[in-house]
């Protein structure tokens, strides 16, 4: 393990207890709101310390956490159950019946589910943590903006999604590890962690680009060697391989990663529209829910509901569109303001990171980062940071994201939507701050009070200064980029730890 790495990792298990300890604290001493939110009724008995571990995680609980740990604990009732991918219900449940059931005497499913959150969602940040700094180790080939930007993960500013009941951090896990295995040329391998990934999220479909992409950009690659050193028959032969291997990967490797998205809809469909179950097999505190709320039940006795009818029956489109009204344009309404400004500080990070790209590279932007003029004239190294040639598809992968987040979905998910999709966020947070903040630079500033450490090599055999932390100190002497990018980074860390587990509304 390298220093960097396990800076990264010790920083991610500070920010992971600091997050746990915050929201027991935040959610004992401020009261619940009375939201109009998801609350199924507990069928189950509790136990002796069910008590103790829902004071202590009880607000990892709320809002969607809510809809996973239901999942988990009774399977797909509800119809707008299956807005929410199985992986992550199924890693708790996996959780709560191995490693903790030696618990189950002191704790119901309900308990041990809760504490497989809290326990988990640690886990799979740091994993996700370590994955995002070997993925920027491989494509900024800049080793202090790897480490910076993995430093600043550690305090997302969708940090409690991330630390919640949400399926945010195994996402993040499986995205960042999967592109690495991408870069580093394990395609296979690649396609099985991001089909993996799409069966946590739907928008792991998006993933399919870079699949698209980065294979393409070998191929065109080794054209480019085969027309310099073979001739005649052979260069053609050598193409016409490359060319079909290039559809061979593209095709089988899109197709295992959309695979879990297809078969979830499968069974969706299966069980509203071809229902084996009747009303009698449900739980009577459940069913009465179902009634009071409006929430479909399968029922083999029933009429099946009408998307059943349509060409193509997903039950994902009717859910988001019937029961969160999702759809283009449809949140821009004088009323959803405060989500637009809550989500303005994350977009405006994507819209600076496509901006200052595309300023340093025009020319390779507008070649779609295919090739680049460096690679021409022999230059085979490429500049190290955030304007190296490989970020252009990781550009394009967020604003993609970005544009469809403002336009077609519920505005103020965009912080969490791209904090837990995208490395950009984080890569041109702390390009900005390596551009702007003297103090971050070893040379000496106006004030020999506010000297940093924060040369990043192992010179005293010891893990390097972290740069976040050090600056905090400091904070009134930083530049004005710094102060806005720290003081957004922190103050959503704690504002979502104080809303959001305590059922007030957050991103």
Known sequence: MTMDVRAVLEFAAVTRGLSLFLQAVLNAAIPDHDADAFRPPRTEEPLYLDSVVEWLFGGLSHWDAEHFLFIAERGYLYEHN???????????RGLAETLLWPLSSWLSVRGRLLLAVSLGNSALFLLSAVALHALSRAVLQDRRLALLSSLLYCVTPANVFMTAGYSES??????????????????????LALSIATAARSNGLV???????LPSLHAISQIRVYRTTRKGYSKVLHYFWVVVRLLLTSLLGTTIIALPFCAFQYYGYRTFCTPSTSLEQVHLALLSLAERRGYRVPNENGPPPLWCMRPLPLLYSHIQDVYWDVGFLRYF?????PNFILALPMATLGIMAVYAYFQANPELCLRLGLWDAGAKAGLDKPTPGFFNPKVFVYVVHSAVLLVFGTLCMHVQVLTRFMASSSPVPFWISAHLLLLNEPL???RKTSDPSVQLQTDFRNTCKHIPQNPVTALLPHFKACSPTTQCILGYFLS??????????NFLPWT
Not at 333 to 337: F, P, R
Request: proline share 3%; glycine share 8%; net charge positive.
């Open 82 to 92: 299956f807005a929410f991918f199985p992986l992550f219900p199924v890693v708790l």
């Open 170 to 191: 195994l996402f993040a896990a499986l995205t960042f590890g999967g592109l690495f295995l991408l870069e580093k040329g394990f395609t296979f391998r690649a396609c």
């Open 207 to 213: 993933n399919i680009g870079f699949l698209l992409y």
């Open 333 to 337: 309404e004088l009323k959803q303001m």
């Open 440 to 442: 971050l630079h070893r």
């Open 492 to 501: 959503y860390w704690l504002l979502g730890l104080a809303l959001h587990c």
